[in-house]
T-cell receptor
Framework: KNQVEQSPQSLIILEGKNCTLQ??????????LRWYKQDTGRGPVSLTI?????NTKSNGRYTATLDADTKQSSLHITASQLSDSASYIC??????????????FGKGTHLIIQP | NAGVTQTPKFRILKIGQSMTLQCTQD?????MYWYRQDPGMGLKLIYY???????DKGEVPNGYNVSRSTTEDFPLRLELAAPSQTSVYFC??????????FGPGTRLTVL
């Protein structure tokens, strides 16, 4: 069964500090991996999407990495801000020839930025 | 563009009641999805649609029905509500199997 495991489950850091969130997956065959940010009470918003051939992708202070060989991804947040407080969800898509049901969602990492 | 809109934002149902969660997108996306998110759990796909007139089951379809008569709308119907359906429901859309855009969610409680 396809699985996406995220760690840590929750994380508290001080404003201005950096942090790294982890995502391990067993989804196969692999199509792409996405990181979403979900603010409390809101729907998820896409941060990055990476395909098999991409190792790194940045979106402002967010940098995602992908190692397709070890099936691991990380999301690095630089110089954290209070507005970064949210849940970060890793989503891996199975290559299913165009089908829309091949997504596996992680449970998310709940990040709290303290002033 | 308003993006993906959902109504209502909150709803309390009694066991056995029925209701329809509305979802509309104005981005002319082909694909639409319904997810539920239980506390501390990942999103689970209920139903999805790849275009008007076409729907298919996701991981947890039991107790729900959908229809897609237009590109813009993808309502989710709950028949005979049960406490196990207490959850937050998210509608999403995408052009194809690329980035999904999510609505703000509907928080449903079944008592």
């Amino acid at each position: 069964k396809n699985q996406v495991e995220q760690s840590p489950q929750s994380l508290i850091i001080l404003e201005g500090k950096n942090c790294t969130l982890q995502c391990n997956y067993t989804v196969s065959p692999f199509s792409n991996l996405r990181w979403y940010k979900q603010d409390t009470g809101r729907g998820p918003v896409s941060l990055t999407i990476m395909t098999f051939s991409e190792n790194t992708k940045s979106n402002g202070r967010y940098t995602a990495t992908l190692d397709a060989d070890t099936k691991q991804s990380s999301l690095h947040i630089t110089a954290s801000q209070l507005s970064d407080s949210a849940s970060y969800i890793c989503v891996v898509t199975e290559y299913s020839g165009g089908g829309a049901d091949g997504l596996t969602f992680g449970k998310g990492t709940h990040l709290i930025i303290q002033p | 563009n308003a993006g993906v809109t959902q109504t209502p934002k909150f709803r309390i149902l009694k066991i056995g009641q029925s209701m329809t969660l509305q979802c509309t997108q104005d981005m002319n996306h082909n694909y639409m999805y319904w997810y539920r998110q239980d506390p501390g759990m990942g999103l689970k796909l209920i139903y999805y649609s790849v275009g008007a007139g076409i729907t298919d089951k996701g991981e947890v379809p039991n107790g729900y029905n959908v229809s897609r008569s237009t590109t813009e709308d993808f309502p989710l119907r709950l028949e005979l509500a049960a406490p196990s359906q207490t959850s937050v429901y998210f509608c999403a859309s995408s052009l194809y199997t690329d980035t999904q855009y999510f609505g703000p969610g509907t928080r449903l409680t079944v008592l």
